[in-house]
């Protein structure tokens, strides 16, 4: 049966955020702006990446609409591009945590 064309926008969205998530420093970048928008230079250290390194994810995170750039002066603040995108990652957290328990023990978790 063919895929209707609501069916593969959903289909393509849906790939483009796994594509996104398959990515440690792109997954990483999207769990650090669901807590608040943030710098590029924040992000690089927070994830222990390059300057450059984020520049390129983050230009694929835009690519895929996930993120979305203000620019203000010489810096651009990023934030997730819908509200939807936060509790979502939330719930994919709690997938995750079930699926391997070890992942994350408690108020310690880095996942």
């Known amino acids: 049966m063919p895929a209707s064309t609501?069916?593969?926008t959903r289909v393509t969205a849906l790939?483009?955020?796994g594509y996104a998530l398959s990515d440690p420093t792109r997954a990483g970048i999207l769990l650090a702006l669901r807590e608040?928008?943030?710098?590029?230079?924040?992000?690089?250290?927070?994830?222990g990446v390059s300057r450059q390194v984020m520049s390129n994810q983050l230009t694929c995170l835009r690519g895929?609409?996930?993120?979305?750039?203000?620019?203000?002066?010489?810096?651009?603040?990023?934030?997730l591009?819908?509200?939807?995108?936060?509790?979502?990652?939330?719930?994919?957290?709690?997938?995750?945590?079930?699926?391997?328990?070890?992942?994350c023990n408690g108020a310690g978790c880095t996942c």
């Open 64 to 79: 895929c609409g996930l993120v979305e750039a203000t620019p203000e002066g010489r810096r651009t603040l990023y934030r």
């Open 15 to 17: 790939s483009r955020l």
């Open 36 to 47: 608040a928008p943030a710098y590029p230079s924040y992000l690089a250290e927070a994830l």
């Open 6 to 8: 609501g069916s593969l």
């Open 81 to 103: 591009a819908d509200g939807h995108l936060a509790p979502a990652l939330e719930q994919l957290m709690s997938v995750v945590v079930a699926a391997e328990p070890d992942c």
